[in-house]
C-alpha cells in the first residue's frame, strides 16, 4: 500500500510519538510509506527525519527545504491557536504549503492520505491535497476534534484566562465541527480512526460519521510502549518512598494543582518536563515538596519513575496518555483524575486509583495509601492478570501498525 501520511514529528508529546512508531512499523511491513509535515509545523530537527529514513519512511523533500530555507518563520503561539481554530473561514488558503501541494501530487504515489491528527487545519491542507490526487482522506482522532460543551472547563483550574479561553473554544468548536462536516459531505474524508472511546465520547462524531456514511473504527491498542526499554528499568519490588510526576508542563495537565496536591502527600514529589511559560515555573521551582528535574534523557526518566512508589498524575485533558501506559509498564502505581480518557482505557485496573476530577484531597489520600503500601501487596497488584494481560496488549507498536494498516486497507 501507498500512504501518504501527514504529521507533526517534532513536538515532545504522545501524539508524535505514536505518529513516528506507527509508520515505522508500517514501512517494515512493506508498504510505501511518505510523510509529509505541513510547512506550519516544520522545525529544525534532522536526527528525527533521520531517524524515519533510516527506518524505511520516505520525508518528503519540503521538509527539509522549509528547515534549510528558514521558510517557516516562528508564529505567535496565540495567533497560531486562533487561526488554527478558524480554517473553515479560509478553507481555499493553505499558504505555503500550496506550493509543495502542486508538486506532492505530481511526485508521490497514494493510495490513501492518511491525516494523523484530529486538528482541522490538517484537515483542511489533506482536504486539498485529496483534491489534487483523487485519493480518500483517513483522519486519526487522539484528543477530541471538538466538543459540544462550553470548552475544556479550563475555567476551573486556570481562572479568568480559562474563562477567556473556553470562550474562544466554545465558538471555535462550531468552525471546527463546520471543517468535519464539509469535508465528510464532499466525500473527501471517507474514514476516522480514534486511539481510544474518548474522543469519540467527547464530540459524539459518531453521529455525524453515521450521517454522512464515513467509517469510524475505535482502535483496540491505539498505542504502546516500549518494551525492549521500558522492561529494562521495570520494577516492582524494593520502591523508594517518593511520587513522580512527569508530562508536559502546561495546566491542562495539572501543574497548577501540584503544590497543592504536594502539601497533602507523605513524600516528595520528582518533576520531570519542559515549562512553557515563566509563570507555571514559578509554582513548582522552589517549593520544598517538589523537586524539578527537568526535561532529561528517556533513560534517566524511565529509572526514576521506575523506582518512584506512585506517579501523581492530575491530568484535565488526554486522548490515550502514554504517561500513564509507561508508568504502569514500569511496575510504578498511579493516582489520576476520572477524565474519560483514563476512565475509558485504564479503569479496572487495580494499580490505576481513579478520583474525581478537581478533587486534590482525594488525589492526595489516595497517593498517601500507596505510599503506605506493604511490598507484597504492592507486587500482587502489579501482578495481577487483568493488568498483565492489558501490557501484553499494549507492549508492541507493531500492533498498533497492523489495526492501522488494516483500517486504510478498506478505502482502497
Do not use: C
Amino acid at each position: 500500500m501507498n500512504i501518504l501520511a501527514i504529521g507533526n514529528v517534532f513536538n515532545p508529546s504522545g501524539v508524535s510519538v505514536h505518529i513516528i512508531n506507527v509508520l515505522k512499523e508500517l514501512a517494515k511491513m512493506g508498504n510505501e510509506v511518505t510523510l509529509y509535515v505541513p510547512s506550519f509545523l516544520v522545525k529544525e530537527d534532522y536526527n528525527v527525519l533521520r531517524d524515519l529514513e533510516k527506518n524505511g519512511v520516505n520525508v518528503y523533500h519540503s521538509v527539509y527545504e522549509v528547515i534549510e530555507k528558514r521558510l517557516n518563520t516562528t508564529v505567535n503561539r496565540y495567533l497560531y491557536f486562533i487561526d488554527s481554530h478558524t480554517v473553515y473561514l479560509r478553507w481555499n488558503n493553505i499558504g505555503l504549503d500550496k506550493i509543495y501541494v502542486d508538486n506532492l501530487s505530481k511526485e508521490t504515489k497514494a493510495d490513501v492520505i492518511y491525516d494523523m491528527h484530529e486538528d482541522s487545519i490538517t484537515l483542511r491542507l489533506a482536504y486539498h491535497i485529496s483534491k489534487k490526487m483523487g485519493k480518500p482522506v483517513v483522519k486519526l482522532l487522539h484528543d477530541e476534534p471538538f466538543r459540544n460543551s462550553f470548552g475544556r472547563g479550563y475555567r476551573k483550574f486556570m481562572g479568568f484566562s480559562g474563562l477567556i479561553y473556553d470562550t474562544l473554544m466554545w465558538s471555535f468548536y462550531k468552525l471546527d465541527k463546520r471543517a468535519f462536516i464539509r469535508s465528510m459531505r464532499d466525500r473527501i474524508l471517507r474514514g476516522i480512526a480514534a486511539v481510544s472511546k474518548a474522543p469519540v465520547y467527547l464530540s459524539n462524531i459518531d453521529k455525524i460519521t453515521s450521517k454522512y456514511n464515513v467509517k469510524l473504527r475505535v482502535f483496540k491498542v491505539g498505542n504502546a510502549f516500549n518494551k525492549d526499554l521500558i522492561y529494562k528499568y521495570r520494577k516492582v519490588k524494593n520502591k523508594e518512598n517518593y511520587a513522580v510526576f512527569f508530562a508536559r508542563l502546561v495546566p491542562q495537565k495539572g501543574i497548577r494543582e501540584l503544590p497543592k496536591i504536594a502539601e497533602l502527600i507523605d513524600s516528595k514529589i520528582i518533576v520531570f518536563g519542559k515549562f512553557f511559560n515563566e509563570r507555571d515555573k514559578r509554582l513548582l521551582i522552589g517549593n520544598p515538596k517538589i523537586e524539578y528535574r527537568g526535561y532529561r534523557p528517556i533513560e534517566e526518566l524511565y529509572d526514576t519513575v521506575s523506582r518512584a512508589k506512585v506517579l501523581v498524575y492530575p491530568s484535565h485533558q488526554d486522548g490515550f496518555s502514554l504517561v500513564v501506559l509507561d508508568t504502569l509498564a514500569l511496575g510504578t502505581s498511579i493516582v489520576t483524575y476520572d477524565i474519560p480518557a483514563i476512565r475509558l482505557v485504564y479503569s479496572g485496573l487495580k494499580p490505576v486509583r481513579i478520583v474525581k476530577e478537581y478533587d486534590i484531597k482525594s488525589m492526595a489520600r489516595a497517593a498517601n495509601e500507596v505510599l503506605k503500601m506493604g511490598d507484597e501487596e504492592y507486587e500482587m497488584e502489579h501482578n495481577d492478570e487483568e493488568v498483565r494481560k492489558f501490557l501484553d496488549d499494549h507492549s508492541s507498536w507493531e500492533k498498533v501498525a497492523k489495526e492501522t494498516y488494516d483500517f486504510l486497507s478498506e478505502f482502497i
